[in-house]
Structures are given as C-alpha cells and as structure tokens.
C-alpha cells in the first residue's frame, strides 16, 4: 500500500508538471492546460479510488502505468495543437482527454459487471464471427486512409474496425486453444487465423496483419508448448510476406521505403525521413517540451507521435517510455501466471502480447528497424477505438489478476 502511495503521488507530480510546461510554450501564460492538468489528476485519483475500494485484490500497478503513459500522450498531443498558430483551443487534447475519460469509466464499468472470464469461454464461434465481420466489414463500407483501407466513418467519426475485431480474436484464441487441441480443431483455429490476416493485408492493414500474428503465435505456443507449431507459422508467415511482396504494390512501397527512405525523401518515404530526423535531433535529454518541431512530421498525433516524443523529451524520454511498457506487459504476464484456468490465462496472455506487438511495430517502424506501418501506440496515441480498447483490455487483465 504504502509504494502504491508513492508512485501514486509521481504519478501526479508527473502529470502537473508536464501541464505546468505547456503553460509557457507561447510566451505568454496559458490557464487551460492548467485546467487539463487538474482534471487528469482529478480522473487519476478517482480511479485508483475506485479500484482500491472495490477491487483491492487486482493489480493495482496496471491502472496506474496506463495512467502516466496517458498523460504523456495527451500532453504532447496538446503541445501539437498548439504548434498550429491559427487553433485557440487544442481540439486533438480535447478530443483526447473525452477519450480517455470515457476509457477510465470504461474500465471501472467492466470490472463492476465483468463476471468470472471462465462463464465467457464457451462462445468461441461468437468471438470469431465477430472479428471476422469486423475485418471483412472495412472491404465494403471502409475508407482509405492513410493509404490503409481499414477506417469506417460516419459524418466526422471513424473508427478502426481492426481495433475492436483484436480483442475478440483473442476471446476465440483463448476459448479455442483452452479446451482439447488435436488435429482437427488445430486446423480450423490456424485457417481462422490466416483468414484475419488475408483480410488485413488485402486492406492494406499490414502493421494489424504483423500483431495478429504474433498474437496468434505467441498464444499457440503458451497452449501446446510445442516449439514446432511455432517455426510452422513462422515459415508459413516469412513464404507469405514474399508472395505478398510480389502480389501487392502497397507492400512493395512498404519495402522499399524501408530499405532505402532517402531515394525517396521528397515524396513516399518523407514521413520516415521526417522521423528519424526529429529522433536524432533529440539527443540524450531532448529539445524540452515547446522547443523542438515535431509538427513537421506528418501524423505525429498519432502513428509518429514515438517520434515527437523523442524529439522533445530525448533518449532518456523515450527510454522511460519503453521502460513503462514493459512493465505493463511484465503485470500483465504476470496475472496469467496467476490466473486459476486456462482460459483467463490464456486471453491476459494474448492482451499483454497485443500491447507488446503494437509497441515494437511502432517503434520498429518509425526507427526504421521494421517496414513503416500505420499503428497507434497503446494510450499515448490520438485515437478514441485506440484508447476504449486499451482500457477494455486492462480491465479484463485487472479481474484476471484479482483471481489469484
């Protein structure tokens, strides 16, 4: 309790002293994000409220690292808007921080109403219906955006349909693979699989295609600890990037950006160039917060925002970052070794390797260390179908880690 209390109160201070910068980024005193900083910290202390008076025995540590991830991304989403001279109200923080108070009501919602998991691994065939309607719903109704085909919008909201379809992927992975596995039901799980991911590379959604996979992997082998399962998918997976490679143009553009972004700075590979640029300027301790230019990098709200960061706050920044998340990833493993069945174990493997996945694509990509991809950093990334999933995902982890 006591070291709850102290990063607790870290948190906060944190969290004040970010808001506290961007009042002087314009050389002039700005009371608003003075008014986000109180209401974050009011949001923050309400929720580890809720947690530690009704659920004290789940990991308290989970809500708490989400919390501070959250408020560095609102932050420099807040310092991104008002990079633009002609916004008097940033609307992106705005839009952000409804975002993330609907993901913290979301969260103390499905631990209020969540049953014990083991009533929900019997609906397999549900999940997976689910998921697959979702990804197959962007080829009909989808719009293309940035390139990728998997947004679905009405008037002024999108969403990523991909985003939610993650989460019941799982649900049908950890149902499937926690009951008897034999020949047959390892067959239609693996064609399931790929059937997700076809659909995810014909709509040019191949940073969800990389994750679903891993996913897929990862859990496969928790359930059967049978290594050869594994080399399977991954040699299947390496002969099916390179039939890709020759079939789609987007992935060849993929490609080739990666391994040459200089030949083409001026137009396709501009965004990753753009990037490493702000992450080298950054150096050790970064430009500080107000002083760099980050906006010059395109979609730094969201799929580059890793990049604005490094810009800024420098390696040691980002360092505490990447720090963070494994250690949201490490409590998230941490309640599968703990979970009393396999099927809980099983679904708080999948989300803590689904966050995993999603922190290497992105800053694989834009470090160029992997092919560029278009995924959203979990909690930190501008995203409102980002942010609900990611709360979803840690209030099922959070119930799984009450059981032990």
Not at 3 to 21: A, D, G, P, Q, R
Not at 72 to 93: C, E, F, W
């Amino acid at each position: 309790m006591e070291m709850e209390n102290k990063v607790l109160k870290s948190i906060l201070l944190v969290t004040f002293l970010l808001y506290l910068n961007l009042t002087f980024i314009n050389n002039k005193i700005d009371v608003l994000p003075i008014v986000f900083g109180i209401s974050s910290i009011i949001l923050i202390v309400y929720g580890n409220f809720i947690v530690r008076k009704f659920y004290p025995k789940g990991d308290k540590y989970l809500f708490l690292i989400s919390a501070i991830l959250a408020q560095i991304g609102i932050t420099m989403i807040y310092r991104l808007d008002l990079s633009n001279s002609n916004v008097t109200i940033p609307k992106y923080a705005l839009k952000q921080i409804t975002w993330y108070t609907v993901g913290i009501t979301v969260f103390i919602l499905i631990i209020f109403l969540l049953p014990k998991l083991t009533y929900l691994s019997k609906y397999k065939y549900i999940y997976i219906s689910i998921a697959l309607a979702l990804l197959s719903s962007t080829l009909i109704l989808g719009k293309e955006i940035k390139g990728s085909k998997n947004w679905i919008t009405f008037g002024s909201f999108s969403f990523q349909p991909s985003e939610i379809a993650k989460f019941f992927i799982i649900l049908y992975f950890a149902s499937a693979l926690s009951k008897t596995i034999d020949k047959k039901s390892l067959k239609e799980i693996t064609i399931l699989a790929f059937v997700s991911i076809a659909l995810l590379i014909l709509e040019k959604d191949l940073g969800a295609a990389v994750i679903f996979f891993g996913i897929f992997m990862v859990m496969l082998f928790i359930a059967t600890s049978n290594l050869k399962y594994v080399l399977y998918g991954v040699g299947s997976f390496i002969i099916g990037g390179f039939v890709s490679y020759f079939l789609f143009s987007h992935v060849r553009i993929r490609v080739d950006i990666w391994l040459n972004p200089w030949k083409y700075k001026l137009n396709k590979g501009y965004q990753i160039c753009q990037s490493l640029f702000a992450i080298a300027s950054g150096g050790l301790f970064g430009r500080g917060i107000g002083l760099g230019y980050p906006y010059l990098i395109p979609l730094a709200l969201n799929d580059f925002i890793f990049s604005a960061i490094a810009e800024e706050l420098g390696f040691l920044g980002v360092s505490a970052i990447i720090i963070l998340y494994f250690l949201l990833v490490y409590r998230g493993l941490r309640a599968a070794i703990y979970a009393k069945d396999a099927f809980s174990q099983l679904v708080a493997v999948g989300l803590s390797s689904m966050m995993a996945f999603q922190v290497f694509v992105v800053i694989g990509g834009v470090t160029k260390m992997i092919p560029m991809t278009g995924i959203t950093l979990p909690f930190v990334s501008y995203g409102g179908s980002s942010m609900l999933l990611n709360f979803l995902s840690l209030a099922v982890i959070y119930k799984i880690s009450e059981g032990r």
